[in-house]
């Protein structure tokens, strides 16, 4: 009689591998081992760089981009030291934000994530790019996006209008401070046009219903 576990595994390919939460860390490298083990604290500061609490009190400062740290063990034997591999290990867990990006509230969907550190404070699931479709909310048109912008609604002029974006009309319920989006209507001109030959609306952000990551239909 087969297990049931393994009629599970083996006739469900999408079930989720299974793997221990942490590294068996008696087959790590000491380091290594340290850095997964020992009290630390990992704060970003911004522009790739991490300050890194120790157990012994003492604070060194991590540039992952550069791979280095100003310990000793990194400045004076040029190891890879504890610092380095924690600041990678917590980027990686999704604890503290990658080089480039900070903790902060998505313009989009309003919740707490990884934003970039310049440009829309706009997170990874609300990110869109030249070339996506989204929906008009209020016409329930199809458009595509031509570029996320920096600038919010409040900020963004719409010169035929005399007005602002978020002070459109139709803008109304969305919030002054969402980013704009420039769109292009897919059948506005030739059906070859190419996106830069095409007219530009600016949409504040959540206006737009973005398909979640898939294939198109
Ligand atoms: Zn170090
Ligand atoms: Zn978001």
């Known amino acids: 009689m087969t297990h049931p576990e393994h009629t599970a595994a083996s006739s469900d390919s999408a079930a989720p591998r299974r793997r221990p939460l942490a590294p068996d860390t008696a087959r790590l490298e000491a380091r290594s081992a340290r850095a997964w083990t020992e009290p630390m604290a990992v704060r970003p500061l911004g522009g790739g760089c991490y300050a890194v609490d120790g157990a012994s009190g003492a604070t060194y400062t991590v540039a992952l981009p550069d791979g280095d740290c100003d310990c000793p063990d990194r400045r004076f034997r040029g190891e890879r030291c504890k610092h380095l591999r924690r600041v990678a290990v917590e980027v990686t867990e999704g604890r503290v934000p990658p080089p480039g990006q900070r903790r902060g509230r998505c313009a ?35 458009v595509v996006v031509y570029r996320l912008t920096d600038e919010t609604a409040a900020e963004r002029a719409v010169p035929a209008a005399d007005c602002t974006v978020a002070d459109y009309p139709a803008n109304d319920g969305y919030p002054d401070d969402d980013p704009v989006v420039e769109v292009v209507y897919p059948f506005d001109g030739a059906p070859d046009a190419d996106l830069d030959d095409r007219r530009r609306y600016a949409f504040p952000l959540s206006r737009l219903v973005i398909p979640a990551e898939g294939p198109a239909v």
């Open 108 to 142: 989009g969907c309003r919740r707490e994530a990884f934003v970039p550190e310049d440009g829309p404070a706009v997170c990874g699931d609300c990110w869109v790019e030249r070339g996506d479709r989204a929906t008009d909310r209020e016409t329930g048109d199809s």
